[in-house]
């Protein structure tokens, strides 16, 4: 193997979504650098972080049936019963929802927390406040997925941030799609939220660091042992 192999081994690719970002940091870069060094290098680090932000690494999904898989980077902000969004349709009736939520230091490139088929897309425009509140779940811009499974249906709920000006879906109607493939991105800080039927406890609390595609949130089919959480 080459020095090059071994190099492009070890780095982290990067989404297309990032390309024109990157492109653009690195421009403005080369100008500070122009008219003062040190606001260039400045603008090199910043360059960095955005090529950091957009990277896509490559993930390890479970496929056993009944895992409910992160969508998300982050940490777990909201673990409870609470009413799906109504433009998802899929009742007023409370049920469980996780809600991860992602810093601009967290791969913000979303997956599917289960294998289905997506039946529903419904986007609606909001306010940008801070996606770790939770008024955050009913007043940010989101967009939402309906998810058919054998399982019942999921409801993933993508919520712009306080900086988020774009939310992007990889998906649409009637596509099939497998646990822990990508399904959207958000830029720059946000959160997803998933909503899980049936009667099931979750396998993660709150405060814990998740990944998407490969953290699992719960076991529909109660294969996997209960777990106790603790803060500190």
Not at 22 to 30: E, Y
Not at 90 to 102: D, E, H, Y
Not at 143 to 154: A, I, K, Q
Not at 182 to 205: K, M, N, Q, T, W
Request: with cysteine; proline share 6%.
């Amino acid at each position: 193997m080459s020095i090059l192999d071994s190099v492009r081994k070890q780095l982290v690719p990067i989404h297309p979504e990032g390309y024109k970002f990157i492109a653009i940091f690195a421009a403005i870069s080369l100008l500070l650098y122009w008219i003062w060094t040190p606001l260039g290098w400045l603008g090199f680090v910043a360059t960095a972080w955005c090529a950091y932000f957009f990277r896509d690494p490559i993930r390890v999904t479970p496929q056993r049936d009944g895992l409910v898989i992160s969508p998300a980077d982050g940490y777990v902000c909201q673990v409870g019963q609470y009413a799906p969004p109504p433009e998802l349709g899929l009742g007023g009736q409370k049920i469980l929802c996780v809600s991860v939520f992602m810093s601009v230091f967290d791969c913000h490139v979303n997956r599917s927390p289960v294998a289905g088929r997506i039946v529903k897309i419904a986007y609606k425009p909001g306010l940008f406040v801070n996606a770790d509140l939770d008024k955050a779940s009913e007043d940010n811009e989101r967009n939402g997925f309906v998810m058919e499974t054998p399982d019942g249906r999921f409801g993933v709920v993508q919520i712009a941030g306080l900086i988020a000006r774009r939310i992007l879906c990889f998906s649409r109607e009637g596509d099939n799609v497998s646990a822990g493939e990508r399904i959207g991105l958000i830029r720059f800080g946000s959160r997803v939220d998933v909503y899980i039927p049936g009667a099931v406890e979750p396998l993660i609390g709150l405060g814990a660091k998740a990944v998407a595609g490969e953290t699992v949130l719960a076991d529909l089919r109660g294969g996997e042992p209960r777990r106790n959480h603790r803060t500190g």
